[in-house]
């Protein structure tokens, strides 16, 4: 009997243009090795490519491909050398009447055929099952295994293709990268029919290609939700980063009818955090993406929709509807509205950062980058406690790692634990009162120039990998006047907007604002984007969780 494909979807193709000679063949694979693979034939030479296209882009694996020797327009011996560059590991088998075995024995050199066979092959238990044994054996053996996940196809230095990539690695999606410049990569974009002008392509695991896909289209086809179930909620929280997560998992918990809407992919900042060691509860430390996943999965065990990639552009009041707009021109609406947009790191106002951006210049960890930092220079731009915890693990692969520091040194925003771990670090070093003046290179970055901030004097430096975390920008203008903020745009609440006493303009309840309340009733603030709040992760956390608590408050009072 046949032993069990590596994979379920494992193919056996044949190819004959004689329908009866094809259903022949077809009718002994799967007597035998039906049981373990799927038997798929085809009556001409362009069929069968069109459908081995189909199988790479779905990811399913090809063992064994039998083809006959004459047929019309597309010879076997033709055929097998163009699915040698779809399928480069899958034994090839020819079929031939006696009178053609010179030209099978010439295709052994052409194509590099395993096998040939001479039609009849009756019967079919001397002539053909023991020929296809010890190809499925050997091909078992090799190293063409299945690809289950979604696959991203594009250019090394690309900041879209770094974009897709962070975007699927950020919601947990697994993935596999080729790039063009690898023959894998070449066969995928040849069989999606695209060239390498239009890229990243990426291939979701049923196979479907994408072109250069934006964020929603992609959060979709890969299976992220990002379509509300619903038109009005209990509660709507915007913003998927510790304090949107605590929020979301705290209402749906007690009872809210939640859904947590997220731009990007949840976990804000913290998310992308390679360990987080001063948390609650986690003595070892737990990086970013395990806390973000196991609080995301939280959420939704207690019922909270979370949806991705939704850019929320405005937030209304009609009545006691709280309403918020998508940037498609689509709305839901809500009792109450938590606020947990978060921040984001301010962009390095150097000359050819811009340019540069996803080619060797990074803005937040870009964890996926950090296995190619191996061997190299990294230079990281920023003194707080996000810098610090990049720095420690990029210094695990790269050669060396220089945190760039405007201040004397780490003491004014890095926790201490992380500046003790630094200055134990061998590779890792702090240079002090130090900023990029410019960066340099083609198509990725090759060169920083470094100025001292008191001196003045400048040094160029030879660099591949630049990191930056320098200061905390809210993600808050889509808000306008909507809910009062300060001069720097962190939204105002509870007691910072009754400071002179009163409560402000255009509030009409008889009580002040609840503590983490806007200027709007009823829409709450958490996180990094209130003015004044601690940014740690932690205090994140709590917030949504006391937000929610007020939100109760604020429903019943309503």
């Not at 009005?232 to 304090?243: S, T």
């Not at 707080?384 to 050669?399: T, V």
């Not at 009733?521 to 949504?544: L, Q």
């Amino acid at each position: 009997m046949a032993q069990a494909a590596d994979a379920a979807r494992t193919v056996i193709m044949t190819v004959d243009d004689d329908p009866g000679v094809s259903r022949a063949v077809a009718r002994d694979l799967r007597r035998r090795y039906g049981a373990s693979y799927r038997i798929v034939r085809a009556e001409s030479g362009e069929s069968a490519l069109e459908a081995l296209r189909e199988l790479k882009l779905r990811g399913d694996l090809v063992a064994v491909i039998l083809a006959d020797y004459r047929m019309p327009q597309m010879n076997g011996i033709e055929f097998l050398e163009q699915a040698l560059d779809v399928y480069p590991g899958a034994r090839r088998v020819l079929l031939t009447a006696y009178a053609d075995t010179n030209a099978a024995i010439d295709a052994i050199n052409v194509v590099d055929l395993d096998h040939y066979l001479l039609k009849p092959w009756d019967p079919p238990e001397e002539k053909l099952y023991p020929v296809l044994d010890d190809l499925l054996d050997s091909w078992r053996c090799s190293a063409y295994k299945p690809v289950p996940a979604t696959k991203v196809v594009g250019h090394r230095w690309s900041a879209r293709s770094s974009d897709v990539r962070e975007f699927l690695a950020r919601n947990q999606v697994p993935y596999r990268w080729y790039s063009v410049e690898e023959p894998e990569g070449r066969r995928l974009l040849a069989a999606a029919g695209v060239d390498d002008q239009r890229l990243p392509l990426v291939i979701t695991p049923d196979g479907t290609p994408l072109v250069e896909p934006e964020a929603p289209e992609l959060a979709a086809r890969v299976g992220l939700a990002t379509t509300p179930t619903a038109d009005f909620y209990d509660l709507v929280v915007i913003g998927g980063g510790p304090a949107g997560l605590g929020a979301a998992v705290y209402g749906a918990s007690e009872g809210l009818r939640t859904v947590l809407v997220e731009r990007a992919a949840t976990g804000g900042q913290a998310g992308q955090s390679s360990r987080i060691e001063n948390y609650l509860g986690f003595p070892d430390g737990v990086s970013g993406a395990q806390l973000t996943d196991r609080a995301r999965r939280q959420a939704a065990k207690f019922g909270a929709e979370v949806l991705t990639a939704r850019e929320v552009t405005a937030l209304e009041v009609n009545g006691a509807a709280r309403v918020v707009r998508f940037a498609d021109g689509s709305a839901i609406a809500a009792h109450s509205v938590i606020l947990a947009t978060g921040v984001q790191y301010r962009q390095l106002d150097a000359a050819g950062c811009l340019d540069l951006t996803g080619c060797g210049v990074f803005y937040g960890s870009a964890l996926t980058e950090a296995t190619s930092c191996q061997g190299h220079d990294v230079y990281i731009v920023g003194g707080a406690n996000s810098a610090g915890q990049a720095a420690m693990y990029l210094s695990r692969f790269a050669k060396s790692v220089t945190l760039l520091v405007r201040g004397a040194d780490l003491s004014a925003s890095m926790s201490y634990y992380l500046i003790q771990q630094i200055n134990e670090a061998p590779n890792i070093s702090v240079r002090s009162h130090t900023v990029v003046d410019s960066a340099h290179g083609t198509d990725r970055l090759e060169r920083l120039t470094l100025r001292h901030s008191t001196s003045g004097e400048t040094e160029s430096v030879e660099a591949q990998w630049m990191f930056v975390f320098i200061g905390a920008a809210p993600l808050t203008d889509w808000l306008g006047d909507t809910v009062l903020r300060d001069g720097r745009g962190f939204i105002l609440a509870g007691p910072d907007l009754t400071a002179d006493g009163r409560p402000p303009t255009a509030w009409e309840l008889d009580r002040p604002p609840y503590h983490l309340e806007t200027s709007v009733p009823g829409v709450f603030v958490a996180g990094d984007a209130r003015a004044e709040s601690a940014k740690r992760v932690a205090s994140a956390v709590g917030e949504g969780a006391m937000a929610v608590m007020l939100v109760h408050r604020y429903l019943e009072q309503s």
